[in-house]
Each structure stands twice: as C-alpha cells, then as structure tokens.
C-alpha cells in the first residue's frame, strides 16, 4: 500500500529536539536554518543534514535535533519509499554546508599574535572549556614570525595561564555576533613546551605557514590547540579558522 507523501514543518529550539510521529519509508529535510541530526524509532541517527538531504528507511516516528546552538525552522518530507522525486526545475542548487553553517553562526575565525619576550617562548592556545557544551573543531591554521623558528603544535587538556578573550562567530553582518565560549589564550615561558605533537614545521622569517586539515581536528570540551616556538627571543603571528557543533 503506498503511504500519501506529506511536508510537515518543524521549530527546534538552540539544541532541542522536536518529535513527529509519523510513519513512512522515505524522509527528506526540505529547508532548515542550520544542520539538524534525525533520529529514527529504533535508535538510528543520522547528521548533521542540511537541505536537501535525507534517507530512505523504514521508521515509526522520527525525532529531529538541532546541532546551531541556535533557534532552527525548516520543512521536512515524509513519504513512502518509492516515492521519486528527480525533478530538475530551471535550476541546479549546490548545497554549500559550509555558508549554512556560517549563516548559523557555527563557523569562527581569529588570528592574534605575541610580541618577542627576551629569554622567553611564547605560546598561543584555541581552548575549548569543560563547560562549554561544545565540540570545537580546527578546520587551517597558520604562523608566521619575523624570525625564523621552528613551532610545535599539538593538542593539550591543559589551559594555558593568561586568557585574552572569547571568540566571534564569522557572521559579521549579525547585528550581533554570535560570542562563542571557545577562548584564546597565552604564555610566555623561560622554556619550550612540549605538548603531544599534531606537527611541528619550519618556517623561515617573514614567511606565513599554512595548513589545511583533510580531516578538521576535533576539540572536545576541556582541550586546547597549541602553538609553541621553539625559538627564544622572536614574536608570533597566528591564524585560526574553526567550527563548533552542540553536544546532545
């Protein structure tokens, strides 16, 4: 027996859920505000998705979860699973899941830097806090001095001692950006830390490294990235670009 297809809209509160009691073998997210993930009566999860993106399997209910952090509407299909729609209407969309999410407000950037210090290193830190209800994630990150130096980063569950300030979304044409908990942090020390190494390059003097994660590094709350010089004496510039992702 074929099931009639049905949209039925959905208003998440930041980070709640909303259940729909419906039946069917095929849904798809037709519009949201942000990523949401989709739950199906047996337990199975799937996201984040973004518009236009579903599944096909059989369900007896499905819970939608919003993963913005922030008020999320939208329009979800509900159909049986031979339902078709291949339809191509005058014009091809490419779902750009990174402008959603920095339309969300989910997506940061930041560069800082630390003047040289005589007989000292200095060390930078993106520090996501135990509290923060948030996975941080570092998508590139970048360095320079005007010396050359070498620089170790890595991952630590330790702060660094000095805290600057917090963070903004991306989303600069907000009439207020997003603050995110995400911190920066620094210290200058008599000797080179040493954290667990993510990679450690060479950069020579008036020259910016940058690299682009494949795969984004993933913060869980009570860990930090770090940038250590391994060079005394010499300043350094930083760059940064993350996203976070509510934990539920």
């Known amino acids: 027996m074929t099931r009639a297809a049905q949209i039925y809209d959905f208003t998440l ?33 799937l996201g984040p998705l973004y518009a236009g993106q579903g599944e096909k399997q059989e369900f007896g ?3 939608l979860t919003d993963l913005t952090g922030l008020a999320n509407t939208g329009l979800i299909l509900v159909a049986d699973d031979s339902f078709i729609d291949d339809r191509i209407t005058g014009e ?10 920095s339309l969300a407000g989910a997506c940061f950037q930041h560069g800082g830097g630390l003047n040289p210090s005589v007989g000292n290193y200095n ?6 806090p135990a509290n923060s209800g948030k996975r941080v994630y570092i998508e590139q990150v970048e360095v320079s001095s005007g010396t050359a130096s070498l620089y170790y980063f890595g991952m630590t569950n330790v702060a660094l001692t000095q805290f600057i300030a917090n963070l903004t979304s991306s989303n600069k044409n907000a009439s207020n950006p997003i603050a995110s908990l995400t911190e920066r942090r620094w210290d200058i020390l008599a000797s080179p830390m040493n954290p667990t190494l993510t990679m450690s390059p060479f950069v020579p003097a008036n020259t910016t ?15 930090g990235f770090l940038y250590c010089q391994r060079v005394v004496n010499a300043d350094m510039t930083i ?9 539920t």
């Open 239 to 247: 760059g940064c670009e993350f996203r976070e992702e509510l934990i």
């Open 209 to 223: 490294y940058t690299r682009k994660f494949i795969e984004p590094l993933c913060l869980p709350p009570g860990y």
């Open 123 to 128: 060390n930078y830190q993106i520090w996501n």
């Open 92 to 101: 091809v969309s490419v779902i750009d899941g990174g402008r959603a999410l």
């Open 13 to 45: 509160a930041p980070g709640g859920s909303q259940v729909l009691n419906v039946t069917g073998g095929y849904y798809r997210i037709q519009t949201a505000s942000g990523p949401v993930r989709v739950t199906r009566d047996n337990g199975s999860r």
């Open 61 to 63: 209910r499905l819970i």
